[in-house]
T-cell receptor, first 113, second 116 residues
Framework: AQSVTQLGSHVSVSEGALVLLRCNYS??????LFWYVQYPNQGLQLLLK??????LVKGINGFEAEFKKSETSFHLTKPSAHMSDAAEYFC???????????FGAGTRLAVHP | GAVVSQHPSWVICKSGTSVKIECRSLDFQATTMFWYRQFPKQSLMLMATSNEGSKATYEQGVEKDKFLINHASLTLSTLTVTSAHPEDSSFYIC????????????FGSGTRLTVV
């Protein structure tokens, strides 16, 4: 069964600094991978997804992620953090296309002035 | 784009009563819907997968008789929490996949259930 590990439950960066949120997955077949953001008491917003096309995926709000099969990783980055990026971020994986989606534990990103 | 409407957005009920949460795809037909549960400051835990016209598939550890899922049409799935207790208080989120998987996963906005 597929699984996701997000290293670092809390990440704190300065405004303007690089954002790096780590995600490693486990899957017996080529996976679909996703990053979602959640603001307090709200639903999920899709940032980006990898579905076996280009390994470098660009998403909304300046985020991007790179699928590295050899490292079983799908880390999320943003060159310059903004205060509005402070939120909870979830990495998720599905097997066999759009099947059941399994989430990582989440990483809370704090951005300070 | 695809939109999933989830209602109610929040509900408070008394212990022992049942609560129904609706998840409706507004502009597409959903072959599959998923139900998640999220405790405060935790991740989303998949509860069950439902396909239109068939019984839901529950994840291990989820009580089928407590969390009744019905997917009677291609646009509507419901989750009923039966005989709710305070420990059932949580944030419940549904997700739908369109026929043909054109839009991938579309999430509802979630339902905050508080059992008193």
């Amino acid at each position: 069964a597929q699984s996701v590990t997000q290293l670092g439950s809390h990440v704190s960066v300065s405004e303007g600094a690089l954002v790096l949120l780590r995600c490693n997955y486990s899957s017996s077949v080529p996976p679909y991978l996703f990053w979602y953001v959640q603001y307090p008491n709200q639903g999920l917003q899709l940032l980006l997804k990898y579905t076996s096309a280009a390994t470098l995926v660009k998403g909304i709000n300046g985020f991007e992620a790179e699928f590295k099969k050899s490292e079983t990783s799908f880390h999320l980055t943003k060159p310059s953090a903004h205060m509005s990026d402070a939120a909870e971020y979830f990495c998720a994986v599905s097997e066999y296309g759009y099947n059941k989606l399994i989430f990582g534990a989440g990483t809370r990103l704090a951005v300070h002035p | 784009g695809a939109v999933v409407s989830q209602h109610p957005s929040w509900v408070i009920c008394k212990s022992g009563t049942s609560v129904k949460i609706e998840c409706r795809s507004l502009d597409f037909q959903a072959t599959t819907m998923f139900w998640y549960r999220q405790f405060p400051k935790q991740s989303l835990m998949l509860m069950a997968t439902s396909n239109e016209g068939s019984k839901a598939t529950y994840e291990q550890g989820v009580e089928k008789d407590k969390f009744l899922i019905n997917h009677a049409s291609l646009t509507l799935s419901t989750l009923t929490v039966t005989s709710a207790h305070p420990e059932d208080s949580s944030f419940y989120i549904c997700s739908a996949i369109m026929v043909g998987q054109r839009y991938g996963y579309t999430f509802g906005s979630g339902t905050r259930l508080t059992v008193v």
